[in-house]
Nanobody
Framework: QVELVESGGGLVQAGGSLRLSCAAS??????????IGWFRQAPGKEREFVAG????????GYADSVKGRFTVSRHNAKNMVYLQMNSLDPEDTYVHYC???????????????????WGPGTQVTVSS
């Protein structure tokens, strides 16, 4: 079992920045065996892919809407993944989730249905 907890969300003005963190824990898991994805969801809408990173941090990918503004990274020794969000826009207002997939494949994964564990989410609100 893997537990994920997001933090770092909040209210920010348009053009501002936030850094989301995802802390992973579990009795018997090995963090470097998992790829991590960031997803976001608005009320009444589908959960959508934001960014992904493979188990070693050597493969990352982004949704077109955030490319060039968001950066995903991980620190395996600390069981942490981060999402640096810059140049935020009111359209980035969502609940953001991190998710873990047991996989040591090279490529990051953008498919939400492949992920096994999810955090409870953190709200990001961008005011105009």
């Amino acid at each position: 079992q893997v537990e994920l907890v997001e933090s770092g969300g909040g209210l920010v003005q348009a053009g501002g920045s936030l850094r989301l963190s995802c802390a992973a824990s579990g009795r018997t898991f090995t963090f470097r065996d998992y790829g991590i994805g960031w997803f976001r969801q608005a009320p009444g809408k589908e959960r959508e892919f934001v960014a992904g990173i493979n188990w070693s941090g050597t493969s990352t990918g982004y949704a077109d809407s955030v490319k060039g503004r968001f950066t995903v990274s991980r620190h395996n020794a600390k069981n942490m993944v981060y999402l640096q969000m810059n140049s935020l826009d009111p359209e980035d207002t969502y609940v953001h989730y991190c998710a873990a997939e047991r996989s040591t494949q090279y490529n990051y994964n953008a498919e939400k249905n492949d992920y096994d564990y999810w955090g409870p989410g953190t709200q990001v609100t961008v005011s105009s």
